[in-house]
């Protein structure tokens, strides 16, 4: 194991070396290796999905391993928009005024080496290789092992694709599946610079409660949608039904729709009527249960992400108790206000601590692509660093190049 | 425990309601207090000190903890010169340019709750204080249990200062000194934002060990002055004695010479004649040791941050063999290169994986005051979220501040 990371971390001075346009050579290169080869990576998918068949895994867990041409296409298309982002590496925050006549600059600069911890979709390898080598960082990418000879066939195509212009350990997959490997990983702090878990609750409560490595915790997504009461109570509608229904199994999903006490006789008859239409169910508080009919609500139900048809309804009074209500249960990722007041948005903008507070707007929003950075390497509900949507420059730090004429203090 | 915690959580939300104006007021008026309650403070001190006399600490413990009139009026101007700073807080960082028609801003936050662990300074309470409550931070400070009374002297202090304006919990003193409480303070992630330990390698080392509270590492220092083939020598010998002998015990103090072997048997006697005048212990590599006289240097000396007037060298074969050297060996805080070529300057500020690299000039400048930050929280030896000097920025995050007209995804 030490000697894998250690080559992947000798590779990442290579992407340093050879700058930005190479860098973003690379990375066309390794789009047009994936095309070329499409028929060999949907055959090694076809092999995990039949393991997955053999396992008795669920539908939806098939269908978020599986790629087609069009899901290929999907992940060359997003490695080209990568390579063509602007290049982060070796920019010039700022400038500092220091006390004395040394001149000093912070500049970008990448990691070193990343190494992501993901579960089934096997889109991941690409588009983190893509970021990390478009931000001149290596990578160590650990998959589940239900998309292990996918995963393989991608990286052995991209490291294929590069081998003959960088070191390819530059891109490392941890090919054995055996879960000590991940215990082994959280302890390489003298190989890997940044840790990033990606994927289910229990992967990064582990990450959080082992690691010695520095990480950044992503993805848990207890999201809210507060209707408060100036709110145009269609948009409302449209939006919960956006932020709930089009893909209820994603982190930017809302959970509990919290409804303002003066409208609650307007509002929850409507959104009562059309979730029961989508097949949604409500957990609903008592004052909910009493303007429609629902499911009783638990104190565990704020808590969970359903991740499902499934949303939990609270009647609050007023901005200052739905604000009380998110920072108490969310995982700080996304929540949203539906308002027509100024000062309610002011008040639920500042306070309201999460990675991205929306008005008027659904939360399906967060997302890299979304934000504009091309690709993403995952939702940050850490406050370390990095906060919601991470692209190129969240997986970069910086360093301080001074320049003197002999200066002493 | 909690109960403490949770009124420091709670009295942070009304240092971002006051508003930038009202937290310099504090500032203010916590400067004022301290000058006007000099004569307690160092009452409170004299205890500490005698205590510390009878605990047969050393002279330089005692240095370290005592306070005076004149290190009184530093604190004072220290917390007026922080007063005085731009606010970072609301600052819109970037807008983005997303897909769809939301606008996104990226809007710089507080943390929230800082829980600073440190050792014997007593300056560091009102230091960390001042930077929270410019920066809309509530602050935890657990001392070392050496200056308790100065500490609660100084925080009792400050908190009558604000009392009248804001809930005083906003500074909040662990009183205990039961070496339990780091313990529970490392497990408080439910109210703590930000963990930053402040002292001993063996308290780092702790944190980094058993904190489930996200933390940034501060203050080790092995740092390194590498005397360039093309350096000018006057200027590399009246570096070398700068950044070794003004204030060895500081972590921004140089603990390694690396030389190029082309320049050895000229630069080194100056530096052996130099540094025996000075009491300065040389430990040389087998190559040192033939240019002068000096102790032989074994493999642990160069993993040794002295803080003493001891100091490891090295001759080395060119930029290359500096660079891994520093690499290998560093604890990525401050580096320096004496050199008048422009491209070993490039190569050595590129590759050196370091938070601050300089040419021509002591690393004793890896300062918050000399980089115009006012005062620092700490040095920052993470990579994560911020690297050298923490000023008040430092001690922020952001959030996304999304605003719509009712879009969907």
Not at 189 to 211: A, M, T
Not at 309 to 334: L, M, P, R
Not at 360 to 379: C, L, V, W
Request: charged share 30%; aromatic share 6%.
């Amino acid at each position: 194991m030490d000697d894998l990371l250690n080559r992947c971390k000798e590779a990442q001075k290579q992407l340093i070396k050879i700058g930005s346009e190479e860098r973003k050579k690379l990375l066309f290169l390794i789009a047009d290796a994936i095309s070329a080869n499409a028929d060999s990576i949907l055959k090694a998918n076809r092999i995990d999905i039949e393991n997955a068949r053999e396992n008795g895994m669920t539908p939806a867990f098939i269908d978020r391993l599986s790629l087609d041409e069009k899901r290929l296409k999907g992940i060359v298309g997003g490695i080209r928009d990568v390579a063509d982002l602007p290049d982060a590496i070796g920019e010039t925050i700022e400038e500092l005024k220091p006390r004395s006549t040394i001149k000093i600059k912070k500049i970008r600069v990448p990691f070193g080496v990343i190494c992501v911890i993901f579960e089934a979709r096997p889109n991941v390898c690409a588009d983190i290789a893509a970021l990390a080598i478009k931000s001149a960082n290596a990578c160590v990418l650990k998959g589940g092992s239900d998309a292990l000879n996918t995963n393989i066939a991608i990286v052995d195509v991209m490291k294929n694709a590069i081998k003959d212009f960088i070191d390819p350990d530059a891109i490392t997959l941890i090919r054995s599946t055996d879960r000590k490997i991940t215990d082994e990983l959280l302890t390489k702090k003298e190989y890997i610079d940044l840790l990033i878990p990606r994927g289910s609750k229990k992967l990064i409560d582990y990450v959080v409660k082992n690691s010695k490595v520095p990480y950044i915790e992503t993805g848990a997504g207890n999201c809210h949608l507060y209707v408060e009461k100036t709110a145009d109570l269609s948009m409302a509608l449209n939006i919960a039904v956006n932020a709930k229904y089009q893909r209820p199994s994603v982190c930017n999903a809302i959970e509990t729709i919290l409804v303002d006490e003066d409208i609650k006789d307007r509002f929850l008859p409507l959104l009562g009527e059309k979730f029961a239409e989508l097949g949604i169910t409500i957990y609903g508080c008592e004052k909910t249960l009493s303007s429609i009919k629902a499911e009783k609500a638990t104190e565990e139900d704020f808590y969970t992400e359903y991740n499902d048809y499934k949303v939990a309804v609270k009647v609050v009074n007023g901005v200052d108790e739905a604000i009380s209500h998110i920072n108490k249960y969310s995982t700080k990722h996304s929540e949203a206000i539906i308002t027509n007041d100024d000062n309610a948005w002011n008040k639920f903008s500042t306070e309201v601590d999460s990675a991205c507070v929306y008005r008027n707007a659904s939360t399906r929003f967060t997302d890299g692509g979304e934000f504009g950075f091309g690709a993403e390497i995952g939702i940050s509900t850490s406050k370390l660093h990095s906060r919601g949507p991470m692209g190129i420059r969240e997986i970069t730090t910086y360093k301080f190049v001074i320049e003197g004429h002999g200066e002493i203090r």
